[in-house]
C-alpha cells in the first residue's frame, strides 16, 4: 500500500480505503495528515475497518491434537479455551488474526463429541459446519501419534468439499520429531507443515502456506445478484415458534411443526413472496443452550445455526413473549449483534398474554435486551397470523440501516459539534478529543475515529447513541474503532 497521497483518477482499489470514493479519500488524508497522523496509519485504519467480510480459516482436528493452542499462537494471546463453545455471548470459536499484514477471521471448531450415531456421524457433523463455513483449512494431525481412523474420515470429507487445505503436523518440538512429520504425506493432502503450535516452532512458515491459500476475500454468500433474494435468518430458542412463523408467511406447511422442542434440525431454506417481494427465509435449529453443553444432534444444529446467521443478511430473533427473557435469548441475541447482522426482534405469542405479562414483558425487554434497544420491534402471532403484516416493514428498515453511509463531510460536522457540546471527561489532567473520523464500511455500519489520546468506553458508547440520534441506523449493530495520534508522529 502507497504511503503517498495519490491524486483523484489514479484508480486506488476499492478495498484500500474502504467505502470512501477517491476524491473524498484524498481529501481526508490531507485531514489526516495537517493532524499529524503518520499516513501509512490512517490507510491501514480505514482499510481495517472498511474491510468487508474477511476470508474464514477454519481449523479442524481430532480432539487433544492442540488446535486450541495453535488458534492461540495465531492469534497471539490466550483466548481459545479447551471447551469451545461457539454463537454464544463470550463463548466464541471465531476470531480475527493477522498475518503477514493480510487479515482474516479465524475458526476454531473444538474437540468433537461422540453421540449415539457414532464417532463417524459426530465427525462428520463437526467438520461439515466448520468446512462449509471456511474459505480454507488448517487440518491439524498429532505427528507424534500419527494418522487415525478419525483422521482418515476427515480426509474424506476435505476432498469431497474441494476447499483448500494446509496440513498442520503439530507437536514436533525439535528435528527428531520431523520424520513423524513426514509420514503425514500419506495422508494426501500434500505437505505436512511440522509445527509446535506449544513453542511456536514452524508456524510462520505454515501461515506463508495459509496466505497462499486463503482468498483476498471470501466468496459472497448473499446478494448473489442484484435484485436476487435477501437471506433473512429466523433464530432463537426450541419450540419459539420459527417453523410456525415460517409456514404462516407462507401460506402453507413448508416446514414440520411439533410441539416437541428441536423437530428442526437442519436450516431450511425457503423462497417466499412477502409484501411484494421474494425473500430467501432460513429456518434454523433452535439453539438450546451453552453450546459446550450440548450432545450429539444438538451440539451440531447449533453450529448449523451460527452458520446461516453468517450466510444471512438479516437475523430475525424470535422470543416467547409468554415466557420470562431468559440468558439463552439473550446469548442469541449477542450472536446475531457479533456476526454484524440488521435485526429485527419479534415477540411471538402476543395474542396469548394478559395485561399483567405485557407489563413486565416491558419492562424485562428494557432491562434485558437493553443492548438491541435500536432494532425494529414486531409483536407477532404464528399461529393466528396476527401483525404478520409488519414484518416486512421492519425488515427493510433494518435493511436501510445496515446499508447506510454517512459522508465524511458531514460525519465531521457532526463530530465537530459533539466535542464542542460534550468534550470528552478530563483524565490525568489531559482531555483527548476527536479530531475527526469516516465511515469506511457498511453492512453493518463501520467508522473509524482519529483522536489525539485514548478514548474510554463511556464515551464511545456516548458517540453510538449520538450517531444513531443524527443518522438512524435502526436495525443495525455499529462498529467504532479509535486511533489514537502517536506524539512522534506530530507535524509542524
Not at 446467521?309 to 430475525?316: D, F, G, I, L
Request: charge should be negative; glycine fraction near 10%.
Amino acid at each position: 500500500m502507497s504511503d503517498q497521497i495519490q491524486p483523484e483518477g489514479d484508480g486506488f482499489a476499492d478495498h484500500d480505503h474502504g467505502a470512501l470514493g477517491d476524491a473524498e479519500y484524498a481529501q481526508f488524508m490531507e485531514l489526516a495528515a495537517e493532524e499529524g497522523f503518520d499516513v501509512e496509519d490512517v490507510e491501514g485504519a480505514i482499510e481495517e475497518a472498511g474491510h468487508g467480510p474477511l476470508p474464514v480459516l477454519a481449523v479442524i482436528g481430532r480432539p487433544n491434537v492442540g488446535k486450541s493452542t495453535l488458534v492461540n499462537r495465531i492469534i497471539g494471546r490466550r483466548e481459545a479455551v479447551v471447551e469451545d463453545r461457539p454463537g454464544v455471548t463470550r463463548d466464541r470459536v471465531t476470531y480475527e488474526a493477522e498475518w503477514s499484514g493480510r487479515r482474516f477471521k479465524l475458526v476454531d471448531t473444538g474437540g468433537w463429541e461422540q453421540d449415539v450415531l457414532g464417532i463417524d456421524a459426530s465427525v462428520a457433523a463437526q467438520a461439515e459446519y466448520a468446512i462449509e463455513a471456511a474459505d480454507a483449512v488448517v487440518f491439524v494431525v498429532d505427528a507424534t501419534v500419527g494418522a487415525t481412523d478419525t483422521d482418515e474420515a476427515v480426509v474424506r470429507l476435505l476432498r469431497k468439499a474441494g476447499k483448500p487445505v494446509v496440513l498442520c503436523a503439530n507437536k514436533v518440538d525439535g528435528p527428531s520429531g520431523e520424520a513423524d512429520a513426514t509420514a503425514l504425506w500419506a495422508l494426501g493432502l500434500g505437505e505436512p507443515h511440522p509445527v509446535s503450535a506449544l513453542h511456536g516452532r514452524g508456524t510462520g512458515d505454515m501461515l506463508d502456506a495459509v496466505l497462499e491459500a486463503l482468498p483476498e476475500a471470501p466468496e459472497q454468500t448473499f446478494g448473489t445478484a442484484i435484485g436476487g433474494p435477501r437471506r433473512i435468518a429466523l433464530i432463537g430458542r426450541p419450540n419459539v415458534g420459527k417453523s410456525s412463523l415460517l409456514n404462516k408467511v407462507a401460506n402453507e406447511d413448508r416446514v414440520v411443526v411439533n410441539e416437541m422442542a428441536g423437530t428442526t434440525r437442519d436450516p431450511v431454506d425457503e423462497l417466499i413472496e412477502l409484501g411484494g417481494v421474494v425473500w430467501k427465509f432460513v429456518d434454523t435449529a433452535g439453539i438450546r443452550k451453552r453450546v459446550h453443553l450440548q450432545q450429539g444432534a444438538d451440539y451440531y444444529a447449533s453450529l448449523r445455526t451460527a452458520a446461516a446467521v453468517e450466510k444471512a443478511e438479516v437475523a430475525v430473533i424470535l422470543i416467547d413473549a409468554s415466557e420470562t427473557i431468559s440468558v439463552q435469548d439473550q446469548r442469541i441475541v449477542t450472536m446475531a449483534v457479533e456476526a454484524g447482522r440488521a435485526i429485527v426482534v419479534a415477540y411471538n405469542k402476543w395474542d396469548t398474554l394478559d395485561g399483567e405479562r405485557r407489563y413486565y414483558l416491558e419492562r424485562e425487554i428494557e432491562t434485558e435486551l437493553a443492548q438491541v434497544a435500536w432494532a425494529p420491534r414486531v409483536n407477532v402471532s404464528a399461529a393466528t397470523g396476527r401483525h404478520m403484516e409488519k414484518l416486512v416493514p421492519a425488515i427493510e428498515t433494518a435493511l436501510a440501516g445496515w446499508e447506510t453511509r454517512v459522508p465524511t463531510g458531514r460525519l465531521n460536522a457532526f463530530l465537530g459539534e459533539i466535542v464542542a457540546s460534550h468534550p470528552h471527561p478530563v483524565r490525568g489532567g489531559k482531555q483527548p478529543r476527536i479530531l475527526f473520523g469516516t465511515q469506511a464500511g457498511t453492512k453493518p455500519p463501520r467508522f473509524v475515529f482519529f483522536a489525539s489520546g485514548f478514548i474510554e468506553a463511556g464515551y464511545r458508547r456516548f458517540l453510538e447513541r449520538r450517531l444513531r440520534e443524527e443518522f438512524g441506523f435502526e436495525g443495525t449493530p455499529i462498529h467504532i474503532s479509535v486511533r489514537v495520534r502517536e506524539k512522534r508522529g506530530r507535524k509542524k
